[in-house]
C-alpha cells in the first residue's frame, strides 16, 4: 500500500531523535497545515519539525537524561534538603520551570492562597512543573493529574511520581486536538497559551470551552525565551482579557518578576 504524504510526513518527523516521543496525532495536525500551504513534500517536513521545536523542543536547555535525573532525586530521598534542591536541579532542565526556580518559594503559596481544598489538579502541558509539587499548597488528599505531548516526559513524570509518593496518573496528549474534559477542582495552564495561539489560533478558546475546572490558574512569561521583555507582558495581558472576554469568571492578577499569573474562578464547572 501507498502511504499518503501525511503519512509519510508523519513517520519521517517521528523517525528523528528529536521528535521521536512527540504526540503522534500533534505531529499529524502540523504536518497536516505545513502540507496544504507549502506543496513540496521536504518543505513541510522541515516547516513541521520548525513548528514542533517552537512549541516544545527550543524549552530544553539540554538533552534530558531522565535515568540520571531519576537516579539523583532517588539518591536524595529521605532527605527533605537534598530532595528539594534535587527537585530545583531538573527543573533547570527545562527553561520554562527554570525561570520561575527565583519566584518558586512564593508562586504558589500566593496565587493559591484563597482556594478551598483541591482535591484533584490537572496540570495541562505540565512540563517539569510536577517537580514543584513541595511548593504546591497541597496535600496527600490531592490528586495530580499531567499531560503533555512528550511521552518520555510522561514516562519520567510518572516515575517521579511514584517516588514522590503523589497519587495521580499522567497522558501523552495533543491538547489542540484533543484537550482534556475530565471535571477537576484547579487546572494549571501555566505559559501554554501563548504557546497553542503559535500552531492554531482557536486552540485557546476551544481549550477554555472544553475544560472543566472549578478554578484555573493561567499565566504568561514576563521575557521571551531569548530574554527579550519589551511590552511582552502588557500585550499577554491584553490577550488574556481579551479570551476572558464574554466568560463568567472572577479574576485575581498576580505579577512576579518572571510570570504574570491570573486565578480564575470559574462561574459554572
Ligand atoms: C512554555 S512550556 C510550559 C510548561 C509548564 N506548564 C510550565 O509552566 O513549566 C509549554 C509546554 O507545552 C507543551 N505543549 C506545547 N504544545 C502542546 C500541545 N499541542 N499538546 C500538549 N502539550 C503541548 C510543551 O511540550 C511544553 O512542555
Known amino acids: 500500500m501507498i502511504m499518503d504524504e501525511l503519512a509519510k510526513l508523519t513517520t519521517a518527523v517521528l523517525a528523528s531523535y528529536k521528535y521521536r516521543y512527540i504526540s503522534p496525532e500533534l505531529v499529524r495536525r502540523i504536518g497536516a497545515r505545513e502540507l496544504a500551504v507549502r506543496h513540496d ?29 531519576l537516579a539523583d532525586l532517588r539518591a536524595a530521598a529521605g532527605d527533605e534538603v537534598a530532595w528539594r534542591a534535587a527537585c530545583r536541579q531538573v527543573m533547570a532542565l527545562h527553561a520554562s520551570t527554570r525561570e520561575r526556580l527565583s519566584i518558586l518559594e512564593e508562586f504558589y503559596a500566593i496565587t493559591l492562597a484563597d ?126 482579557w481579551r479570551w476572558a472576554a464574554g466568560r463568567k469568571w472572577q479574576v485575581q492578577r498576580f505579577a512576579f518578576a518572571t510570570e504574570l499569573a491570573f486565578l480564575v474562578s470559574c462561574a459554572a464547572a
Open 115 to 240: 482556594l478551598p481544598p483541591v482535591h484533584t489538579v490537572l496540570d495541562v502541558a505540565c512540563g517539569l512543573n510536577a517537580l514543584a509539587w513541595l511548593w504546591m499548597p497541597f496535600g496527600a488528599q490531592t490528586r495530580y493529574l499531567a499531560c503533555d505531548m512528550y511521552a518520555d516526559m510522561m514516562a519520567f513524570v510518572a516515575d517521579f511520581m511514584r517516588l514522590a509518593g503523589i497519587a495521580g496518573e499522567t497522558a501523552v496528549c495533543d491538547l489542540i486536538g484533543d484537550p482534556p474534559t475530565q471535571p477537576v477542582d484547579l487546572a494549571l495552564l501555566l505559559k501554554l497559551l501563548p504557546v497553542l495561539e503559535q500552531v492554531e489560533e482557536t486552540a485557546v478558546p476551544r481549550l477554555l470551552d472544553a475544560l472543566q475546572a472549578r478554578y484555573l490558574l493561567i499565566s504568561f512569561p514576563t521575557a521571551s525565551l531569548g530574554g527579550r521583555r519589551k511590552g511582552m507582558t502588557a500585550s499577554y495581558e491584553a490577550q488574556f
Open 41 to 69: 513534500f521536504k518543505e513541510a517536513v522541515k516547516a513541521t519539525k520548525n513548528k514542533l521545536h517552537q512549541v516544545g523542543g527550543a524549552y530544553f536547555m539540554t538533552r534530558l537524561d531522565y535515568d540520571r535525573a
